[in-house]
């Protein structure tokens, strides 16, 4: 009996270390299959005056993103306010919509010249989160708020209903060029009373850090359940 003990002894604690192998190997593939697939700001091309949408993500119709073109193109040309649109599919570790979005407008604008009539909309397709920058002068028609409510309800809303990204994004052009072209805010899309307004997405880091720690419990019941179940059953096989 001293000797089967023993051996259970051992080959749980074989067990044990095996578990905790593959967790640690499960969190360690967490933590760097995210950022393999990240967008850097780094790969988002530099500005050409021609280009208004940078759907790196692919979540725009030819027809939409062309029409989106079309009408901040045109705004450009009317106003001196020039808009661009961009959408990636994951951030890296620790970015944010908005903090890709800042960091994006100070590549392109380097100088406080150049960014006095910028906006830049950045999405982040897997997250559905969302960033607005905008330039001194862009701020002294739209404000800050209405900015903001652009991002997180005018681009929200329709996805919150279903995805809809080329919606999202082309009420979100009309929007931005009605209220830089002077013209009255057309507001936020109206929602009804069963649709949250405010966003309900996962973060990547809440994201990952549900996953890891399902699969850690996970193995740790395991590791625990097994040893003692089969401890049992050798008391019970020995008392036969």
């Known amino acids: 009996m001293k000797r089967l003990l023993n ?3 051992n080959w749980k604690v074989t067990l044990q270390r095996l578990l905790l192998a593959i967790v640690a190997v499960l969190l360690a593939s967490q933590t760097l299959a995210s950022p393999a697939n990240a967008t850097s700001v780094y790969e988002i091309p530099d500005l050409t005056p021609a280009t208004w949408v940078f759907d ?6 030819r027809l939409s993103e062309g029409k989106i073109s079309s009408d901040l193109e045109t705004l450009a040309r009317n106003t001196g306010y020039e808009v661009r649109f ?3 599919h994951r951030l890296d570790y620790g970015e944010t919509a908005q903090s890709f979005a800042d960091k994006l407008f100070e590549r392109w604008f380097p100088t406080p010249e150049s960014q006095a009539n910028q906006v830049i909309l950045v999405i982040d397709s897997q997250t559905n989160n969302t960033g607005i920058r905008t330039g001194a002068k862009v701020k002294e028609v739209m404000p800050d708020e209405i900015a903001q409510s652009v991002a ?3 681009v929200l809303v329709p996805l919150k209903q ?4 080329n919606q999202a994004f082309l009420e979100a052009s009309d929007r931005l060029v009605a209220v830089l072209s002077g013209r009255p805010d057309p507001g936020p899309p109206v929602v009804e009373d069963n649709i949250q307004v405010e966003g309900t997405f996962a973060t990547p880091e809440e994201t990952k850090s549900s996953n890891a720690t399902f699969w850690v419990i996970t193995f740790l019941v395991v590791a625990t359940i097994v040893p003692m179940a089969t401890y049992y059953f050798y008391l019970y096989m020995q008392e036969r």
């Open 7 to 9: 051996q259970f002894q």
């Open 56 to 61: 790196k993500a692919e979540i725009l119709s």
């Open 86 to 88: 961009v959408t990636i």
């Open 152 to 154: 997180q309800e005018t």
């Open 162 to 165: 279903g995805e809809r990204y």
